[in-house]
């Protein structure tokens, strides 16, 4: 199940991302969206085994705060319609959509 993370800090890397969700089960995938240069967007996604890892996962972190910036963490087909429409689909990876 497929989770999406936005408000990183900026110096989050991929394997950051994978570790911050590792207490709560298998991490398949993270990944950190950066622009063509190679900046952070600050936003990624992770993709756990199973939707129960998925759920315990954004009810520990949605919200909470990783060096100074408060995480919001929803289930990835959701945040389209949660009004996240500043992101278009094009940002996310292929290997989430």
């Given at each position: 199940m497929n989770l999406?993370?936005?408000g990183l800090p900026s110096s989050f890397?991929?394997?950051?991302?994978?570790?911050?969700?590792?207490?709560?089960g298998t991490v398949l995938k993270?990944?950190?969206v950066k622009n063509p240069e190679g900046n952070?967007?600050?936003?990624?996604f992770v993709a756990m085994g199973t939707s129960q890892e998925a759920?315990?996962?954004?009810a520990?972190?949605?919200?909470?705060?990783?060096?100074?910036h408060s995480l919001l963490v929803v289930l990835a087909e959701n945040q389209w319609s949660a009004?996240?429409?500043?992101y278009s689909t094009?940002?996310?990876?292929?290997?989430?959509?």
């Amino acid at each position: 199940m497929n989770l999406f993370v936005d408000g990183l800090p900026s110096s989050f890397s991929s394997q950051d991302l994978s570790d911050l969700f590792t207490d709560f089960g298998t991490v398949l995938k993270a990944e950190v969206v950066k622009n063509p240069e190679g900046n952070s967007l600050q936003f990624g996604f992770v993709a756990m085994g199973t939707s129960q890892e998925a759920y315990r996962a954004m009810a520990s972190l949605n919200r909470s705060i990783v060096r100074d910036h408060s995480l919001l963490v929803v289930l990835a087909e959701n945040q389209w319609s949660a009004g996240r429409s500043h992101y278009s689909t094009q940002d996310t990876p292929s290997s989430f959509a």
